[in-house]
């Protein structure tokens, strides 16, 4: 069984689209997240919600949104793609607010053209 | 602002030679330390994690890691690496009062030749 998965796992598109990518965990976590890796493996944190709530948002443009429905769910949402989006987006979930280890998704490699 | 800092880019070395790879943070807080591997087209798998205790942590794969408190650093070591270990690593940091946020060094690349 897969702990944090993603979907989908590639993603290519044209720059102004909107698109959405999907994360789940069936840890039982009460904490998600989001990362962004760029081209050169640099991992940066973007967003964080503990149980529904936004807990952690970096300095990331507002053309990003994160939404929760559920604990086990954290979806991201970006409008108006650029060329700069492209990236590979890993979603993670931990326990207790990130104090123990954070497990990570397979991650969704994002090519905007 | 934390940061974490890597020493090495990318490392080359044969099988069965040893590896020592270095990791440095800037925080003078608490912190919860990991090392993360991330083998090629793969996520990131947890290698080990330092809360506190024994400065001298085993993890999987025959990895162990110092953290030395006064150095701010927590070296990721392993005796003897095999071909299958060739991944990038991160070391990372975890600010137990700021949400979780893990804060990742730039990683290194590590080649195992056969």
């Known amino acids: 069984d897969t702990a944090v998965s993603q979907t989908p796992k590639y993603l290519v598109t044209q720059m102004g689209n909107d698109k959405s990518i999907k994360c789940e965990q069936n840890l039982g976590h009460d904490t998600m997240y989001w990362y962004k890796q760029d081209s050169k493996k640099f991992l940066k944190i973007m967003f964080s919600y503990n149980n529904k709530e936004l807990i952690i948002n970096e300095t990331v443009p507002n053309r990003f949104s994160p939404k929760s429905p559920d604990k086990a769910h954290l979806n991201l949402h970006i409008n108006s793609l650029e060329l700069g989006d492209s990236a590979v987006y890993f979603c993670a979930s931990s326990q207790d607010k990130g104090y123990n280890e954070q497990f990570f998704g397979p991650g969704t490699r994002l090519t905007v053209l | 602002a934390q940061s974490v800092s890597q020493h090495n880019h990318h490392v080359i070395l044969s099988e069965a030679a040893s590896l020592e790879l270095g990791c440095n943070y800037s925080y003078g807080g608490t912190v919860n330390l990991f090392w993360y591997v991330q083998y090629p087209g793969q996520h990131l798998q947890l290698l080990l994690k330092?809360?506190?205790?024994?400065?001298l942590v085993k993890g999987i794969k025959g990895f162990e890691a110092e953290f030395i408190k006064s150095k701010f650093s927590f070296n990721l070591r392993k005796p003897s690496v095999q071909w299958s270990d060739t991944a990038e690593y991160f070391c990372?940091?975890?600010?137990?009062?700021?949400?979780?946020?893990?804060?990742f060094g730039q990683g290194t690349e590590l080649s195992v030749k056969p």
């Open positions: 990372a940091v975890n600010d137990r009062n700021q949400g979780g946020k893990l804060i």
């Open positions: 330092y809360f506190s205790g024994d400065p």
